[in-house]
């Protein structure tokens, strides 16, 4: 089992999957990864998240970045969004993972900043044992 999976819409993603899988590992926390796109690969990633037993899921997206937002939608464990950027410097996907609904929450970092969302799963995974 690990406790934080990291999810990514695309293999270009893939730097700054390293740097969250990184700093996870300097904290000594187990993590996955998968490329799983919300567009292209929704039953894959409807079966990946009903399987999954990990408590916190980093989603990294770029342009529409959907895969937060699908994913908080089909889970109750806390999201991360690592937006990524493009075309528009990466404020599609940041706009499009802090706008979500109410009732569908989904944390989001800065943009290409998967270590702050390492940073922000140890955080939440150890908020039971905070003073």
């Known amino acids: 089992m690990a406790d934080v999976a990291i999810l990514s819409g695309s293999a270009s993603d893939a730097a700054i999957v390293e740097e969250a ?27 990946y998240l009903r399987a999954s ?8 997206a770029g342009l529409s970045a959907a895969l937060p937002g699908v994913i908080a939608s089909k889970t109750r464990c806390p999201v991360i969004g690592v937006p990524v ?27 290409d900043n998967g270590a702050n969302a390492a940073y922000l799963a140890a955080r939440i995974l150890n908020s039971g044992n905070l003073p």
Do not use: W
């Open 53 to 60: 037993d990990c408590r916190v899921f980093i989603a990294i």
């Open 85 to 111: 950027s493009g075309k528009l410097m990466g404020l599609d996907a940041l706009l499009s993972i802090v706008q979500m609904p109410k009732g569908v929450p989904v944390a989001c970092v800065g943009i």
């Open 21 to 47: 899988a990184e700093v996870l590992r300097n904290l000594g926390i187990t993590y996955e990864r998968k490329i799983i796109s919300a567009h292209r690969e929704p039953d894959i990633l409807d079966e």
